[in-house]
């Protein structure tokens, strides 16, 4: 049965993972052609850290937006025949949103992939000073804890809210936002500062959003 | 004429007089008005900077009035009373006991002179809420304060730290032969981050000299070390192929009206060498290939290695006439130079490769977050 959904799966976002991947293929060169290529000495340690300085934000938004298409376009086409076919297999909910959850997951590994055999290619073509290291595996590994969680997250809100779930999201943004506001003008700035280190330190949620996000270090 | 006319005369003549004097006399009291008006606001200003002054002055009293005063190792800090101060007071004891005393250990009653008497103060944020997380620690010194914040309940490690740190600012002060070299601010509490830093700098100069360094050769870390003068200070930081990089880095800082410079980049942009090197050399700083920070580290990391005798012999090197700053530590810590340097580098190079954090962690918490969020997916099932 995970054959058959991991099937209906990759024929729903085929074009979302398709483009995700053309893209995080191209992402290090791209990278590289916009950054270095205006830099006159473009083989100097400098200048490849520069080169290469907006591969972490290319990835971070490829990873949020094609994370939560990747989680919620299944959802609106389960929804569209208002869950119908879930409920009639003879399988429990747990069982059948788990081997949802693991199939989008599963797709979500091939961008990955494509990340790391366009940085090996693209680091290919340039020669990188001994001072210097590429970190090519590392980078795909942290794009694709990014874009699991990233995953997980829509994954979750979708299957909870259901078609509220963009509500939801923005009275939680807003939310925090006004919450946030309002403790800065408390004096308890604090509070939000140490909510934000949780988020963002490991072993928080967002820990792989905020680490280093580099191809190419000392 | 008739004597009609000679009084209709002598009246319009009156008329001319009395409506001149208005005239005149209008502009003339504005004008001392005015001039009362400001001498006015003059006296107001000069009541109010007062009142304000001796508002500071009283509030000032008032606080102090209120205050504590921990002493401890020959410092004083003024601490404002709060919740729980009778065990912080004891731990902000503990901690200027320990940096004070560390102090003493490394150089003797000399390193005295690094550490200012005057009052300290410890004081919280306007935000009484705010304050139960963090209070200020501040050196009294005017000039030269440094401060920190520290994190309540107060840990003495980080007191000490902030007295080693206190003591950093003040070095060249002790030790002129350092002074342009080491900056003012030397680490004397050695955070991991200035090695970093350091490494980071090394690895990523136009210098190939400064990166051969970080690859472990150390007569080029010696080069780079080196505090030389006059146009041989290139050549010695430098190698010939670096010259179009550092002229092209910086080329940033010619004015648009700086013709000569300008032929010479497009003339080094077109491939000409002796051109790159012209332009480099023109540049009137031109150009330390580590910043203050890695030299400082340096200084710090020799000096955490020296005795107290050391620190003597050091403050008694003449400021004048001493470019080489490594023969002199070398000379003062009895070190040899080849091990200073290299102590230094395998540092360096160690905190950097111990500040990157592992992947496993990462992965661990990702699959965590995954399955929490996984089983609130499957919560609510669909009716």
């Given amino acids: 049965m995970f054959r058959q959904i991991l099937f209906t799966q990759l024929r729903w976002t085929r074009t979302m993972i398709a483009a995700m991947a053309v893209l995080t293929f191209l992402t290090p060169a791209m990278a590289w052609w916009l950054g270095a290529t205006r830099v006159l000495n473009p083989l100097s340690p400098r200048a490849i850290m520069a080169g290469f300085q907006s591969v972490s934000m290319i990835l971070i938004i490829t990873s949020l937006l094609g994370a939560f298409l990747v989680a919620a376009y299944p959802w609106t086409q389960d929804a569209a025949a208002k869950h119908v076919l879930p409920l009639s297999l003879p399988v429990t909910w747990r069982h059948y949103v788990a081997m949802r959850f693991g199939a989008g997951a599963l797709t979500l590994v091939l961008p990955a992939l494509t990340l790391w055999l366009g940085s090996v290619a693209t680091l290919a073509l340039i020669e990188i000073p001994s001072t210097l290291r590429a970190y090519p595996g590392t980078l795909a590994l942290r794009f694709l804890l990014a874009t699991l969680m990233a995953y997980s997250g829509t994954f979750a809100l979708q299957y909870i809210a259901g078609r509220r779930s963009a509500i939801v999201m923005l009275v939680v943004l807003l939310g925090g936002l006004v919450l946030g506001l309002v403790l800065q003008f408390a004096g308890l700035n604090f509070i939000v500062e140490r909510f934000f280190e949780f988020l963002t330190t490991s072993p928080g949620p967002l820990a792989v959003f905020a680490a280093d996000w580099k191809l190419v270090d000392v | ?383």
């Fill in chain 2, 1 to 383: 004429m008739s004597e009609r006319a000679r009084v209709l005369r002598r009246r319009l003549c009156a008329c001319a007089l009395v409506a001149g004097g208005l005239g005149v006399a209008g502009p003339v009291r504005a004008q001392s008005d005015l001039e009362a008006l400001k001498a006015r606001a003059e006296t107001a200003k000069v009541r109010s900077a007062a009142a304000t002054a001796a508002y500071r002055t009283a509030s000032a009293r008032a606080r102090m009035a209120r205050s504590d005063t921990v002493r401890a190792a020959g410092l004083e800090v003024i601490v404002v009373p709060r919740l729980g101060s009778a065990l912080e007071n004891a731990r902000l004891a503990d901690g200027l006991e320990r940096g004070r005393s560390l102090l003493r250990q490394r150089w003797g009653s000399a390193a005295d002179v690094l550490v200012d008497t005057t009052s300290w103060r410890l004081v919280g944020s306007q935000w009484r809420l705010a304050s139960l997380q963090a209070l200020t620690l501040a050196s009294g010194q005017a000039g030269r304060r440094t401060s920190i914040e520290v994190r309540r309940p107060i840990d003495p490690a980080r007191v000490e730290r902030f007295v080693l740190r206190h003591a950093g600012t003040n070095i060249t002060r002790a030790i002129p032969a350092l002074e342009g070299f080491a900056g003012t601010d030397l680490p004397l509490d050695e955070p991991p981050e200035t090695y970093e830093t350091a490494a980071r700098e090394l690895a990523l100069s136009w210098s190939s000299p400064a990166r051969r360094c970080y690859a472990g050769s150390i007569p080029d870390c010696r080069r780079i070390l080196t505090r030389a003068h006059g146009q041989s200070r290139l050549d010695i930081w430098y190698d010939p192929a670096d010259h179009r990089a550092v002229a092209t880095a910086h080329a940033g800082d010619i004015v648009p009206t700086d013709t000569v410079r300008h032929r010479l980049r497009k003339r080094c942009n077109d491939g000409e060498d002796a051109a790159c090197t012209a332009l480099m050399r023109s540049f009137p700083e031109a150009r330390f290939p580590l910043s203050t920070n890695p030299r400082a580290t340096f200084v710090s990391h020799a000096l955490a290695r020296s005795d107290s005798a050391a620190f003597s012999r050091l403050r008694a090197a003449p400021a004048e006439g001493t470019p080489d700053v490594v023969a002199l530590l070398s000379g003062a810590t009895g070190i040899s130079e080849d091990s200073l340097i290299a102590g230094w580098r395998d540092r360096a190079h160690d905190t950097l490769s111990r500040s990157r954090p592992p992947a496993l962690p990462l992965v661990a918490g990702t699959a965590v977050w995954g399955l929490i969020l996984f089983g609130i997916s499957t919560r609510r099932r669909p009716s």
